[in-house]
C-alpha cells in the first residue's frame, strides 16, 4: 500500500513525462528531473517556506496542546463542554477548515479581523495576500492543537498521583512540578505525538490549496504543494515525482535528527 507506488514515483522521476505532449513519449533522463528542482529559482523558497510551516506549528502546538492538556486535567465546571469545544477543530476536514478561515476569519470586508480592525480604529490586514505564510500557520495550528492535547492529556492522566504528593511535601512549587515531576514522565508522549505531528503537519495541502493556492507566487507554497504545482499545472509527471521523492526523504531525515536529539536531551526518560 505504501512501498510499491513510492518505487512507481521514484520511476518516475527518473523520467521526461509531460502529459500535455503525449507525442515526446516517455523517456529515460537520469536525474535530470532532480537537478531541475536543485536549480530552481523557486526551490530554495518553498524549502525554506516548508521548514517555517512545520517547526513553527509543531512549537506552537505543543505549547498550545501541552497548556489545554494541563487545563484538562482539572476538574471544573462544564470540563466535559469545555474539552468537546477543544477538541471540535480536530475533526473538521483540512479544506472545509481553509474555507471557514478565509471567508469568515480572514476576508477583509466582513471576516473577523477586519470587525476587530475596524473596532480598535485600524485598517483590516490582507492577510491572505499580505502575510499568507502566517495565515497558514495559524490554521494549521488552530486545527492540530488538538490532537497534541489529547495525546498529552493521556500521559498525564497516566501520571502517579503520589510523585505530586510527594513533590508538595518536598516543597516543590508548581513550576518545579512541572519541569521536574510532569515533562520528565511525558517524555515519551512527546515523542509520539511529535512523530505524527510531523507526519501529519508536513503533509499540508488542503489548507494551503482553498486559501493562498500557494501565492502570492510561491510565498506560501511547500514541498507537497509544489508536487502539486508541477504536476496539475505544469503537467511534468517527472518533475512532479522529483519533487515527492525529495519531500519524502527530507521528511526522513527531519524525523531521524529530531529523535537523535530528543533521545541524547532525555535519555534516561526515553530508554
Known amino acids: 500500500m505504501t512501498q510499491i507506488p513510492f518505487i512507481v514515483t521514484i520511476y518516475y522521476?527518473?523520467?521526461?513525462?509531460?502529459i500535455l505532449r503525449p507525442a515526446l513519449g516517455r523517456h529515460f533522463v537520469g536525474l535530470s528531473n532532480f537537478l531541475t528542482?536543485?536549480?530552481?529559482s523557486d526551490f530554495l523558497g518553498v524549502l525554506l517556506n516548508t521548514f517555517i510551516l512545520t517547526i513553527t506549528s509543531m512549537?506552537?502546538?505543543?505549547?498550545?496542546?501541552?497548556?489545554?492538556?494541563l487545563l484538562m486535567n482539572r476538574n471544573f465546571f462544564a470540563k466535559g463542554l469545555v474539552r468537546t469545544m477543544f477538541v471540535s477543530p480536530f475533526f473538521i476536514m483540512p479544506a472545509v477548515a481553509g474555507i471557514v478561515w478565509k471567508t469568515l476569519v480572514y476576508n477583509p470586508s466582513f471576516g473577523m479581523t477586519s470587525y476587530m480592525a475596524h473596532v480598535f480604529g485600524t485598517q483590516p490586514v490582507e492577510w491572505l495576500s499580505?502575510?499568507?505564510?502566517?495565515?497558514?500557520?495559524?490554521?494549521?495550528?488552530?486545527?492540530w492543537s488538538p490532537f497534541f492535547m489529547l495525546v498529552l492529556l493521556a500521559g498525564l492522566q497516566s501520571l502517579p498521583s503520589d510523585q505530586?504528593?510527594?513533590?508538595?511535601?518536598?516543597?516543590?512549587?508548581?513550576?518545579?512540578?512541572?519541569?521536574?515531576?510532569?515533562?520528565?514522565?511525558?517524555?515519551?508522549?512527546?515523542?509520539?505525538?511529535t512523530m505524527l505531528g510531523l507526519i501529519f503537519i508536513l503533509q499540508i495541502f488542503g489548507q494551503i490549496y482553498v486559501t493562498t493556492s500557494g501565492g502570492?507566487?510561491?510565498?506560501?507554497?511547500?514541498?507537497?504543494?509544489?508536487?502539486?504545482?508541477?504536476a496539475f499545472q505544469d503537467w511534468n509527471i517527472g518533475l512532479a515525482s522529483s519533487v515527492g521523492v525529495i519531500a519524502v526523504i527530507l521528511?526522513?531525515?527531519v524525523m531521524m535528527l529530531l529523535f537523535t536529539v530528543l533521545r541524547r536531551r532525555f535519555k534516561e526518560e526515553l530508554s
Request: hydrophobic letters at 50%; a positive charge.
Open 251 to 253: 521528511k526522513i531525515i
Open 13 to 18: 522521476s527518473l523520467q521526461n513525462w509531460n
Open 164 to 193: 505530586l504528593e510527594a513533590s508538595e511535601l518536598d516543597g516543590a512549587s508548581k513550576w518545579q512540578q512541572l519541569y521536574y515531576v510532569i515533562l520528565p514522565h511525558l517524555m515519551r508522549y512527546f515523542e509520539v505525538v
Open 37 to 40: 528542482v536543485f536549480t530552481s
Open 130 to 143: 499580505g502575510h499568507p505564510l502566517t495565515a497558514i500557520i495559524i490554521i494549521v495550528t488552530w486545527q
Open 59 to 69: 512549537i506552537l502546538c505543543l505549547i498550545l496542546g501541552l497548556s489545554f492538556a
Open 216 to 230: 502570492p507566487g510561491y510565498a506560501s507554497t511547500n514541498m507537497n504543494f509544489l508536487t502539486y504545482r508541477r
